[in-house]
């Protein structure tokens, strides 16, 4: 079985702060890692990946994850965050076995002016 | 939004009718999923589709059933929809061939049932 915990429903920044959204993931293999960013009333927008190589895997609008096998984590950054970053946030495992792929809860951001 | 149209984007029935959601697709990806997407669940998996006619059950696949005659198009049926089923229904689809890949999204469906 696999799973995903998002232990934060939401987090609160100012914008030009760094910004952190944290996930811990269960799996039986290998893990393959996902973020994925959803807007108001549109469809999820791929992130970033890690599938194998360097534990920190850079990704579209400036955004970065690092993995940490012994922490069984993969936390979301940004360096400065950004009012237009406001959004909901998912991270998702997928076994190196499956081809599905298993979502944690979501967290909001907010990054306020 | 990759190539994904859902249709219809909004949709309000009655307990008790029969639904059928449409993703089509215009990337030729073999893989293509149904997901619901629910305040404090995330998404779950409903069925997904590994080929024409080929088709699995996911997490949360009671109630529903699928079909792909064609590459391009996977259906969502809801048989006999319940109030439980009100949510937000996600396409997404994916290449085949490996399972590092990482998939992509419709625009979503936003279903109510009364």
């Known amino acids: 079985a696999q799973s995903v915990a998002q232990p934060e429903d939401q987090v609160n920044v100012a914008e030009g702060n760094p910004l952190t959204v944290k996930c811990t993931y269960s799996v039986s293999g290998n893990p393959y890692l996902f973020w994925y960013v959803q807007y108001p009333n549109r469809g999820l927008q791929f992130l970033l990946k890690?599938?194998?190589?360097?534990?920190l895997v850079k990704g579209s609008y400036g955004f970065e994850a690092e993995f940490n096998k012994s922490q069984t984590s993969f936390h979301l950054k940004k360096p400065s965050a950004l009012v237009s970053d406001s959004a909901l946030y998912f991270c998702?495992?997928?076994?190196?076995?499956?081809?599905?792929?298993?979502f944690g809860a979501g967290t909001t951001v907010t990054v306020r002016a | 939004d990759a190539g994904i149209t859902q249709s219809p984007r909004h949709k309000v029935t009655e307990t008790g009718t029969p639904v059928t959601l449409r993703c089509h697709q215009t990337e030729n990806h073999r893989y293509m999923y149904w997901y619901r997407q629910d305040p404090g669940h995330g998404l779950r998996l409903i069925h997904y589709s590994y080929g024409v006619k080929d088709t699995d059950k996911g997490e949360v696949s009671d109630g529903y059933s699928v079909s792909r005659s064609k590459t391009e198009d996977f259906l969502l049926t809801l048989e006999s929809a319940t109030s439980s089923q009100t949510s937000v229904y996600f396409c997404?689809?994916?290449?085949?061939?490996?399972?590092?890949?990482?998939?992509?999204f419709g625009p979503g469906t936003r279903l109510t049932v009364l």
């Open positions: 998702a495992v997928r076994d190196d076995s499956d081809y599905k792929l298993s």
């Open positions: 890690y599938i194998t190589g360097d534990n």
């Open positions: 997404a689809i994916s290449e085949a061939g490996t399972n590092q890949a990482e998939q992509f």
